[in-house]
């Protein structure tokens, strides 16, 4: 492709752009403050493009700190178009890294072309710190402070301590992040309640040796009027145990990830103290625009499936992937168009746009549609991994369908993104090695599940409509990836474990840290490749409809996950029945039956057997989300996420569990908090220790 090299000069800024011969041509690349700035200062770009071409130019930003090389920060995505003129999406920029010269790149590219043009400017933030000692400062958010620590020397480490001013509250301490002289460093506070002055002072470490810095004050805000938190006065939280001798009051911290899949009033995501009172929110609701928290890193950093335009003019649910800091500015960006353009190019028939489709949608017709439910960065090499749903076509009658017409169905695939959020893997389950009855698409929901667009628990749908059968038949309705680092077959490399909730079964995918073949190495559930160790001779041992599976300790320890229980109260008498029906369950389910589950199993490969070391009733029925967690004192941290009290009283409640005594298989519960609804829930030190699943 060609590139563009004519100098455009403004205002201080060396702006590369595209020759008078190249079909794309940049115009302008603008900051909304002149070069310099104090570290911290939020900055947007816009860039301006003419394309001489017939399609659409798409801008890609990309940004390099001082003494560092460019990385994607914000992937191709469409801007508007008008007069000629092609404008770039804002792009929200906010140097926190350290002080110096930083590179901010646009790249316009015409993807029906091939044709591009790269800018380039040079941004300079200025050092906080004042006459050689370290300052804090706030930030966009209130509950966040920005540090700022003088330069440290080469091979040294740095963190920052801080604490509750003149109270007997414990420190929490910052990751350790290296020195980079002559670079002042600098870091997020986090997990400090409003209105509180706090104590901070910087620690480096050089070899074994550890020197504090001079003290420094913070106050952090108040919660912004503007946000509708959720809060313990307006029992939002309501603490039901105590937590005990026997909690883990060291996982001081409990962090939510808010949904109301019924709609009203949405809420930020929330950490709060194991009372209730909010430390730390997350908030980017603005209109139609929401955000799903799937994880948080270790690195103090958050990845989010949010809303937002893309390369769809007809949709933007669950459109984009973000990562965030701790004061909410976004670290990297990508979206579904720029995905399925890779995935295009690498020949992946299934993963295309759902735009462009002539209707009806012929047999074969296939399109990947949104993001949903799991994105995760604990692959080797800083990779990522995300869920996205598959529509596809298939001929009349598949799934038993009786309508006499094709018939669509949503699958899902495992999309794997390397550091700089490029395609560099994929798990289609339409067309995954092994294929046949391995995962079945004539193999329906085990409940039947359906949708249609707009249904709330559904993502987008796209191929409906005159023609075909007139609801998708919501087949797998994935939930949750898990990157198992230590496989039992004594392989070096790693797998992934995935959940689908309309088959009721977990199971394992040859990944092998991108050069696995995708075959689907066993299935776990009702009529999967495992038996059940019943030892307590429950009637319906197995999970269903389970969410947030993963293998604790690191991949060594056992399985946790949480059983909504769904088909467990409504078992199939079709096809999926393995005895027909169970007495106590369905509508005559007991006071034990009809309420979710916490599971921790262990795996046994050899034997193909699972065995269950903890089967809790919960207490409550959450029929759909949910959270599983092995904490550091050896409990179990469990949440229903979706629970009817009343006709508008949905809630949540974070349990604690005790490991059962030997022989049994149900705990104690050490502490329990009602919440808001909640997608997923967390229990852990601090913002800046999080679960490693």
């Known amino acids: 492709m060609r590139k563009n090299h004519r100098?455009?000069?403004?205002?201080?800024?060396?702006?590369?752009c595209a020759p008078a011969y190249a079909t794309v041509t940049i115009e302008s690349l603008t900051p909304t403050l002149p070069s310099p700035q104090p570290v911290g200062t939020s900055i947007s770009w816009t860039a301006t493009a003419t394309n001489s071409g017939a399609g659409t130019v798409t801008f890609q930003f990309k940004v390099a700190p001082p003494r560092g090389s460019l990385a994607m920060v914000k992937d191709f995505n469409v801007g508007t178009y008008s007069s000629g003129t092609y404008t770039s999406q804002q792009f929200v920029w906010v140097?926190?890294?350290?002080?110096?010269?930083?590179?901010?790149?646009v790249v316009a590219m015409d993807f029906k072309t091939g044709e591009s043009a790269t800018a380039t400017a040079e941004f300079q933030a200025t050092s906080l710190v004042t006459a050689g000692k370290p300052v804090a400062v706030a930030t966009a958010n209130p509950l966040v402070a920005l540090f700022s620590a003088p330069?440290?020397?080469?091979?040294?480490?740095m963190r920052v301590v801080f604490q509750q001013h003149s109270k007997a509250t414990p420190a929490t301490q910052t990751n350790w992040a290296p020195c980079k002289p002559p670079g002042s460093m600098n870091f997020e506070i986090a997990g400090m309640y409003p209105g509180a002055t706090y104590d901070m002072v910087s620690q480096t470490k050089t070899g074994h040796k550890v020197t504090n810095g001079p003290a420094v004050l913070f106050k952090t805000g108040s919660l912004p009027a503007t946000i509708p938190f959720p809060t313990r006065k307006g029992k939002q939280f309501l603490v039901k145990v105590q937590p005990g001798a026997d909690a883990d009051t060291t996982d001081s911290v409990l962090l939510h990830s808010i949904t109301r899949l019924g709609g009203g009033v949405h809420y930020p995501d929330v950490a709060t103290d194991l009372s209730g009172n909010i430390i730390w929110y997350y908030y980017t609701i603005s209109g139609t625009h929401a955000n799903l928290l799937?994880?948080?890193?270790?690195?103090?950093?958050?990845?989010?499936?949010?809303?937002?335009?893309?390369?769809?003019?007809?949709?933007?649910?669950?459109?984009?992937?973000?990562?965030?800091?701790?004061?909410?500015?976004?670290v990297k960006e990508t979206n579904t168009g720029i995905i399925q353009e890779q995935l295009v190019k690498m020949g992946v028939t299934d993963g295309g746009p759902c735009t462009g489709i002539t209707a009806p949608a012929a047999v074969g017709t296939a399109c990947l549609g949104s993001f949903h439910h799991d994105f995760i960065q604990t692959l080797p090499n800083g990779y990522s991994a995300v869920l996205a749903d598959i529509e596809k076509i298939f001929p009349a009658g598949t799934q038993g369908d009786t309508s006499g017409l094709p018939v669509d169905i949503m699958g899902d695939m495992i999309i794997v993104l390397d550091n700089n959020w490029q395609v560099a893997w994929y798990f289609d389950t339409f067309e995954h090695a092994g294929g046949g009855t391995q995962l079945d698409y004539n193999r329906p929901a085990v409940l039947g599940e359906?949708?249609?667009?707009?249904?709330?628990?559904?993502?987008?749908?796209?191929l409906l409509g005159t023609g075909i059968a007139p609801k998708c038949k919501d087949w797998l309705h994935a939930n949750a990836i898990y990157y198992w680092p230590a496989p039992q077959n004594g392989t070096s490399k790693g797998d992934l474990i995935w959940s689908s909730r309309h088959q009721d079964w977990i199971m394992r995918v040859n990944y092998q840290d991108t050069k696995g073949t995708g075959d689907i190495m066993w299935r776990m559930g009702p009529g999967g490749d495992f038996t059940f160790n019943n030892v307590s001779g429950d009637i319906w041992p197995w999970f269903s409809h389970q969410h947030e599976v993963g293998m604790e300790n690191g991949g060594t320890g056992p399985m946790t996950l949480f059983d909504n229980g769904n088909t467990r109260l409504s078992p199939p008498t079709g096809s999926h029945a393995s005895s027909g029906p169970i007495p106590g369950l369905g509508s005559d389910c007991g006071p034990i039956d009809c309420k979710s589950r916490g599971m921790v199993l262990t795996v046994d490969e050899s034997t193909m057997q699972v065995t269950p070391l903890v089967m809790q009733d919960l207490g409550v029925l959450s029929p759909a989300m949910g959270s599983a967690q092995l904490l550091s004192d050896g409990n179990y941290f469990f949440v229903p996420t979706i629970v009817a009290l009343g006709a508008n009283d949905i809630v949540a409640f974070d349990i604690e569990i005790t490991p059962p005594a030997a022989g049994d298989i149900t705990g104690t519960q050490a502490y329990n908090i009602r919440t808001p609804e909640v997608y997923r829930g967390w229990q852990m030190p601090s913002l800046y220790a999080p679960p490693t699943i």
């Open 450 to 462: 359906v949708c249609i667009n707009g249904q709330g628990g559904c993502p987008p749908v796209f």
């Open 7 to 16: 100098l455009f000069l403004m205002a201080a800024l060396a702006v590369a």
């Open 294 to 330: 799937t994880r948080p890193l270790a690195d103090g950093t958050f990845l989010s499936i949010e809303d937002g335009p893309n390369w769809n003019p007809k949709e933007i649910a669950a459109q984009v992937l973000r990562q965030v800091d701790l004061a909410g500015n976004i």
């Open 151 to 157: 330069s440290c020397a080469a091979g040294s480490t």
């Open 95 to 105: 140097p926190t890294f350290t002080d110096g010269m930083y590179q901010i790149q």
